[in-house]
């Protein structure tokens, strides 16, 4: 089992930046893929950025250049630096992780960005 945590989500004016953490923990020594997705309001679930073990970042095209996803090489901890905030970016942010074929997730925090 894989315990995800996260923290960092807030009210921010269109523009500004936040910086989002994930804490895991449990059996984190088989994780082969971590991630952020976000959910808005009646909207789906989507990919934000994730890694997988030995490959390079991979970003959302709405994310580019905006979005920094950084991790510790212990998988204990990864981020989601987010810059230049649109309102469209307001949701659910989710970590997520991949172990043994298993999604885990955490239970979100929230980002509102007011125009």
């Known amino acids: 089992q894989v315990q995800l945590v996260e923290s960092g989500g807030g009210l921010v004016q269109a523009g500004g930046s936040l910086r989002l953490s994930c804490v895991a923990s449990?059996?984190?020594?088989?994780?082969?893929?971590m991630g952020w997705y976000r959910q808005a309001p009646g909207k789906q679930r989507e990919l934000v950025a994730n890694?997988?073990?030995?490959?390079?970042?991979h970003y959302a095209d709405s994310v580019k250049g905006r979005i920094t996803f950084t991790r510790d090489n212990a998988k204990i901890t990864v981020w989601l630096q987010m810059s230049n905030l649109k309102p469209e970016d307001s949701a659910v942010y989710y970590c997520?992780?991949?172990?043994?074929?298993?999604?885990?997730w955490g239970k979100g925090t929230l980002v509102t960005v007011s125009s």
């Open positions: 449990g059996a984190i020594f088989s994780i082969n893929a």
């Open positions: 997520a992780a991949q172990r043994g074929g298993m999604d885990y």
């Open positions: 890694v997988t073990s030995g490959s390079s970042t």
